[in-house]
């Protein structure tokens, strides 16, 4: 609910550092739809594998972390039918490689050969849609080229993998009717995760499921449609960019934070303003963290509890948590559906602490990026209820507030706040005047998929009288509402942005990168011989959003190394047994837990944990399990994206000294 005026507040002051978890996951996905197909970063391409007959899913283990549109559903809908097949790509057998049909244990961080394999067979073997290819597409050429002189022998080696699973595997995605592919952070968080966003794409264009359901799909949000603002700029320390990523606005990588606090150039980051995120545990490379936070000039942490941010922050301002206020999620909703879900507050929120809006509405008059709205917006809002109302009101409000403002950049602050105040009140709480405006555009760029799901709005020329009927829906279904759908049979078409609407199989970049991977064999470091996967998610862990550990169930231990039995009995481990575990930057002890399940020189850490919270008889802060990015390396991390690879963290593991 907070981030309209969040970013308003942002854009008041001219700074452009936003940092947001999806700069750490899944900007390489704009990045490259931008490179390949020039679509809008107001959608992602996503595998719409729910419907594919032929499905293959990397680096994701739905079965623990939910991900997807109703997962269990999906899963279970592939091991009843026959007909379709689910290839899940990951070298733990998870609990949702065990319900796939087939399982691809590979190597871990070959995802990039193991796709370029694919893309190189169906190629060589002419499995592609020539049809497609020649009339859709430019670049061909190039790209096969490239793959022509890679051996998919070699490939599958690399992942260990028989050559003739690479060629069924290529041969059936290509022969079956729908096929889809979607990766999550085993990919996205791994070596080259741009390249593999992009061959993921190559292959879907090549064998024409690129923009189609049941391939894969441009999902958006419930969001007014606009261009980029501000223009996306690269970061002076690292030179990445930020990238927009389902919203209009660029967001830069975590992973680049502390360098551009530490760095000692004049325009350095200075001060921080954390809402809804705990840096000091989810951030990479603790330690650096640490040294950002204490060279800030100022830190300012909006939360709703004491959490590893709260305690080296400069300021903790109290919110209440989100069942004690109104709430909004813009998630994703299952294609082709836009909707939204606006929640009241179900329990009463305690004396004092405010809704981000309120605190950044009041930061924003302190600091004098906006003043009191002018007197007549106040009357004119109380009349926004009726159509005209809402014409003249927005009439009144842009120009008095870019009169005020004085420029561009502080006119958003000024509206927005202006909005807040003046709209606010007329609502059942001031901070619905965002999700008002957004029901406001929606209803004015987004015509035709509004429409699609209201029919009887098609007609309405005043299109304000659509955006408050759109918010009053909202209103109306706290469970949620579908507002607005997009049209599946032009998926593809309406979200090719290139002037000659065709896809670029080779962008220059990739084919660059994909030479760069070639050379880069993963190869064993005799001192930290395992590959640590910094961040699994188990059914006792949810980011780091439960603090209480009481919400585990079960006696424990619940943050555990997860270890092969064989690597575990070659290093005199069982079940139980503190074991240090080694990175270059930082070391860790925790209880280990050898599995079957786990590849050889393989290991894995929950994410979530190294939480600090009172013990219920001494009341002194106790910690729960170990932070695993006291072993991350933010400078280990994609070039294009500064997305980190916590899938691929060098360790060492030895048994501890036992207490
Ligand atoms: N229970 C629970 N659910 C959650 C969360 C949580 O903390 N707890 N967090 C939420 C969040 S923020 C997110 S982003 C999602 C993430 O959701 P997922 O991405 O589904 O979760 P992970 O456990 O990280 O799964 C990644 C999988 O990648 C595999 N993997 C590791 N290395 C490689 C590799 O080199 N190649 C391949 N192919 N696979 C590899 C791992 O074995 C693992 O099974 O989960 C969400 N759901
Ligand atoms: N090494 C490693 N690092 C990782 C990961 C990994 O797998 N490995 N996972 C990464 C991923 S995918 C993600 S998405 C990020 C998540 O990283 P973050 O988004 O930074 O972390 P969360 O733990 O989800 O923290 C959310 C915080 O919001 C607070 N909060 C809850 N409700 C409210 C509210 O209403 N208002 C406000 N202002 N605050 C509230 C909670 O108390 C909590 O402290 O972590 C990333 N970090
Ligand atoms: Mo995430």
Redesign the pocket.
């Known amino acids: 609910m907070g981030s309209l005026y969040a970013l308003s507040l942002l854009a008041g002051t001219g700074t452009r550092w936003w940092f947001n978890?999806l700069a750490q996951?899944k900007t390489q996905r704009a990045l490259v739809d931008g490179w390949m197909m020039g679509s809008s970063s107001d959608v992602m391409l996503v595998g719409h594998i729910e419907e594919s007959d032929y499905a293959l899913l990397?680096?994701?283990?739905?079965s623990?972390?939910?991900?997807g549109v109703a997962p269990n559903l999906m899963l279970r809908a592939f091991q009843k039918s026959e007909e379709r097949t689910l290839v899940v790509?990951?070298?733990?057998r998870?609990e949702t490689a065990r319900r796939a049909d087939r399982h691809l244990a590979?190597k871990?961080?070959?995802?990039a050969y193991l796709l370029l394999g694919i893309a190189a067979i169906i190629v060589a073997e002419r499995l592609y849609d020539e049809s497609f290819v020649s009339n859709h597409t430019r670049g061909f050429e190039a790209i096969s080229a490239r793959l022509r002189d890679i051996v998919p022998e070699e490939m599958a080696a690399r992942c260990g993998i028989e050559a003739e699973t690479l060629r069924e595997v290529a041969r059936d995605f290509s022969a079956a009717e729908r096929a889809g592919i979607e990766m999550?952070?085993?990919?996205e968080q791994?070596r080259f995760n741009t390249l593999t966003a992009y061959l993921s794409r190559l292959i879907m264009a090549l064998t024409d499921n690129l923009g189609r359901e049941g391939g894969s799909v441009f999902v958006g949000l419930f969001l007014p449609r606009m261009p980029i603002w501000p223009p996306p700029q690269p970061a002076p320390v690292s030179g990445i960019r930020g990238i927009a990523l389902m919203a209009p606005v660029p967001m830069y990588s975590p992973n680049l934070f502390a360098e551009e606090v530490l760095s000692d150039n004049p325009g350095r980051i200075r001060a921080v303003i954390v809402e809804g995120s705990n840096p000091m545990l989810q951030y990479a490379e603790t330690a650096r963290t640490r040294a950002a936070f204490e060279a800030l000039e100022l830190s300012v942490v909006i939360e709703p509890t004491a959490t590893e941010t709260t305690w080296v922050a400069d300021y903790v301002l109290p919110t209440p948590v989100g069942y004690e206020k109104w709430e909004h999620s813009n998630f994703p909703k299952p294609y082709p559906l836009l909707g939204l879900q606006l929640r009241p507050p179900v329990v009463a929120a305690p004396e004092g602490p405010l809704p981000e809006p309120e605190i950044y509405h009041r930061i924003a008059l302190a600091m004098g990026l906006v003043t009191p709205a002018p007197k007549p917006l106040h009357r004119l809002a109380g009349r926004a209820k009726r159509p005209l109302g809402v014409l003249l009101y927005l009439a009144a409000l842009l120009p008095l507030a870019l009169l005020k403002a004085r420029s561009f950049q502080r006119l958003a602050a000024m509206a927005i706040f202006w909005l807040y105040e003046t709209l606010g009140p007329t609502l059942r709480a001031p901070q619905l005047a965002a999700v008002w405006l957004m029901c406001q555009g929606v209803a004015w760029t987004r015509r035709a998929d509004v429409a699609r799901a209201l029919p009887e709005t098609g007609r309405k020329w005043n299109r304000a009288a659509v955006g408050n009927q759109l918010f009053e829906a909202a209103m109306a279904h706290p469970e949620g509402v579908v507002l607005a759908r997009v049209d599946p049979e032009r998926c593809l078409e309406e979200n090719l942005g290139h002037r000659d609407g065709k896809i670029r199989l080779a962008p220059a970049q990739m084919l660059t990168e994909i030479g760069r991977a070639l050379a880069d064999e993963v190869t064993a470091d005799p001192e930290f011989p395992f590959i640590l996967?910094g961040?699994?998610?188990?059914?006792s862990?949810?980011?780091a959003i439960f603090r209480d550990p009481k919400w585990r169930k079960g006696s424990g231990p619940h943050c555990v190394l997860r270890l092969n039995t064989e690597d575990a009995a070659l290093l005199g481990i069982t079940k139980g047994d503190l074991v240090r575990v080694r990175s270059r930057v930082g070391v860790v002890e925790l209880p280990a837990r050898p599995e079957v399940h786990v590849q050889r020189g393989h290991i894995?850490i929950p994410?979530?944990f190294g939480t600090r919270y009172p013990d219920p008889e001494s009341g002194e802060l106790k910690t729960a399990g170990v932070c695993i990015n006291e072993l991350t390396d933010a400078q280990d991390r994609d070039p294009f994206t500064g997305c980190p690879h916590h899938?691929?963290v060098r360790c060492s593991v030895e048994r501890a000294a036992q207490s």
């Open positions: 978890a996951e990397l680096g994701s283990n739905p623990m972390s939910q991900r790509v990951d070298p733990r998870t590979v871990v961080g070959t995802d999550d952070l085993g990919l791994s996967n961040g699994m998610r188990t059914h862990t949810a980011n894995h994410n979530g899938k691929f």
